[in-house]
């Protein structure tokens, strides 16, 4: 009697070949891998028993980033393609599988059985309803009992989704789970380059950038079957995911604190140089002042800085360009910036030699240091923000040049 499962491994790669010799596969199952031999082998019976009983035409390719437990022979065995991935990463491993991918969509999942592949229809349902890019919601779905350490599920998860619907025009909710489906040619356009476990965020984030049609549908989350420690480094890979949400945010990380440090700054400036003021028993005098105007500088460094990212983003094909972008691409001109920079830094000067003037007229002895603080204060700063005018207006004109 013939051996049923070698028939299932015969049928299954059959059933492969013929697609890709027909062209008509619609979804590619990508699962990274790392030494997965104990639980890659169930997830891609699962993925495969779903191409069998949806009519998905479809296909399995295991990206695999070096593996040495046999995970490689154990693919092949049930009929998946391996990717060999030379460099280390979650991302690096997805992004070779996804360009190795011949279907019209992809769908990617972990390969360490937490992921229900049986239930991937959902997804393929909206993609065929036009969506670039279908995310799992592991929190609308279910999360059993020990499948999420409770930092992720009640700190890290929640804050860094939250934070990515703060800074990004996105309203998913659960922006880290490794279920999703997505038009390969979509995604491919997006340009993604990290390589460790970020890559879940900058796919969410370019996405929204570029104004993919984005949608979820609940997912499951189960304790996953390995008998080792998983990949994932909670403070670190927490860090790195943090630290991208805010790099391609720059209107948060630059602009916003930028504003609220000026605009301090300058309500102090006023309240300050005709005199001191005393909040109770509290005198702000000269050297608050100093520090006001410090605050002044900084915010519009933080501020010109955030429109020099801004463009250097579009310029990079990080994410596309829009109304306010091009907004300041007409502002910020070296004629414009130059004039503004021109006429701070004299306005510095002038209050520069009136504060020398009075120094003068005292024969260049004792100073009233108080007045003479509030003369030298404001002319440092306008000087100051003349060089930044005529700065930013030479750089971004360097990143706005044809």
Same mark, same amino acid.
């Given at each position: 009697?013939?051996?049923?499962?070698?028939?299932?491994?015969?049928?299954?790669?059959?059933?492969?070949?013929?697609?890709?010799?027909?062209?008509?596969?619609?979804?590619?199952?990508?699962?990274?891998?790392?030494?997965?031999?104990?639980?890659?082998?169930?997830?891609?019976?699962?993925?495969?028993?779903?191409?069998?009983?949806?009519?998905?035409?479809?296909?399995? *390719?295991?990206?695999?980033?070096?593996?040495?437990?046999?995970?490689?022979?154990?693919?092949?065995?049930?009929?998946?393609?391996?990717?060999?991935?030379?460099?280390?990463?979650?991302?690096?491993?997805?992004?070779?599988?996804?360009?190795?991918?011949?279907?019209?969509?992809?769908?990617?999942?972990?390969?360490?059985?937490?992921?229900?592949?049986?239930?991937?229809?959902?997804?393929?349902?909206?993609?065929?309803?036009?969506?670039?890019?279908?995310?799992?919601?592991?929190?609308?779905?279910?999360?059993?009992?020990?499948?999420?350490?409770?930092?992720?599920?009640?700190?890290?998860?929640?804050?860094?989704?939250?934070?990515?619907?703060? /800074?990004?025009?996105?309203?998913?909710?659960?922006?880290?789970?490794? #279920?999703?489906?997505?038009?390969?040619?979509?995604?491919?356009?997006?340009?993604?380059?990290?390589?460790?476990?970020?890559?879940?965020?900058?796919?969410?984030?370019?996405?929204?950038? !570029?104004?993919?049609? *984005?949608?979820?549908?609940?997912?499951? #989350?189960?304790?996953?079957?390995?008998?080792?420690?998983?990949?994932?480094?909670?403070?670190?890979?927490?860090?790195?995911?943090?630290? /991208?949400?805010?790099?391609?945010?720059?209107?948060?990380?630059?602009?916003?604190?930028?504003?609220?440090?000026?605009? *301090?700054?300058?309500? =102090? =400036?006023?309240? #300050? #140089?005709?005199?001191?003021?005393?909040?109770?028993?509290?005198?702000?005098?000269?050297?608050?002042?100093?520090?006001?105007?410090?605050?002044?500088?900084?915010?519009?460094?933080?501020?010109?800085?955030?429109?020099?990212?801004?463009?250097?983003?579009?310029?990079?094909?990080?994410?596309?360009?829009?109304?306010?972008?091009?907004?300041?691409?007409?502002?910020?001109?070296?004629?414009?910036?130059?004039?503004?920079?021109?006429?701070?830094?004299?306005?510095?000067?002038?209050?520069?030699? *009136?504060?020398?003037?009075?120094?003068?007229?005292?024969?260049?002895?004792?100073?009233?240091?108080?007045?003479?603080?509030?003369?030298?204060?404001?002319?440092?700063?306008?000087?100051?923000?003349?060089?930044? !005018?005529?700065?930013?207006?030479? /750089?971004?004109?360097?990143?706005?040049?044809?």
């Amino acid at each position: 009697m013939p051996d049923r499962g070698l028939e299932t491994v015969i049928d299954v790669l059959e059933r492969v070949e013929t697609r890709d010799a027909a062209g008509v596969i619609e979804l590619s199952i990508v699962m990274p891998c790392l030494n997965e031999a104990e639980t890659l082998g169930v997830c891609i019976e699962k993925a495969n028993r779903f191409l069998s009983e949806s009519g998905v035409a479809g296909e399995v *390719v295991i990206a695999d980033n070096g593996s040495t437990d046999g995970s490689q022979e154990i693919a092949r065995s049930l009929g998946a393609r391996v990717v060999a991935v030379p460099v280390r990463g979650y991302g690096a491993a997805l992004q070779a599988g996804i360009a190795a991918s011949r279907g019209r969509f992809v769908a990617m999942a972990d390969s360490d059985d937490s992921y229900d592949f049986l239930g991937l229809m959902p997804f393929v349902m909206k993609l065929r309803e036009g969506y670039d890019l279908v995310m799992g919601n592991r929190f609308k779905g279910g999360i059993a009992p020990g499948a999420m350490p409770p930092l992720h599920r009640y700190l890290g998860n929640p804050v860094l989704s939250f934070v990515g619907r703060l /800074f990004y025009p996105s309203d998913i909710g659960d922006f880290h789970c490794g #279920l999703r489906a997505f038009r390969r040619d979509a995604i491919l356009g997006l340009g993604l380059k990290t390589t460790g476990m970020e890559f879940a965020s900058e796919m969410v984030v370019k996405a929204s950038l !570029a104004h993919l049609r *984005v949608t979820e549908v609940p997912t499951t #989350l189960k304790p996953d079957g390995r008998s080792r420690p998983p990949h994932l480094r909670s403070w670190r890979d927490g860090w790195r995911h943090l630290k /991208f949400l805010l790099t391609f945010a720059p209107k948060w990380l630059f602009f916003y604190p930028g504003a609220a440090l000026a605009g *301090v700054g300058l309500v =102090l =400036l006023a309240a #300050l #140089l005709p005199g001191s003021v005393h909040l109770g028993d509290v005198r702000l005098g000269v050297h608050t002042l100093l520090f006001a105007a410090a605050g002044v500088v900084i915010g519009a460094q933080l501020m010109s800085f955030a429109v020099v990212a801004r463009l250097f983003g579009v310029r990079e094909k990080l994410w596309p360009t829009s109304p306010r972008i091009e907004l300041a691409r007409r502002l910020f001109t070296i004629d414009r910036t130059c004039i503004v920079g021109a006429v701070l830094f004299g306005t510095g000067l002038i209050v520069a030699v *009136v504060a020398v003037g009075g120094w003068i007229g005292r024969g260049f002895g004792d100073m009233n240091v108080e007045a003479t603080m509030r003369l030298a204060i404001p002319a440092v700063l306008l000087c100051a923000l003349g060089v930044q !005018a005529l700065v930013t207006g030479f /750089f971004t004109a360097l990143l706005t040049a044809d």
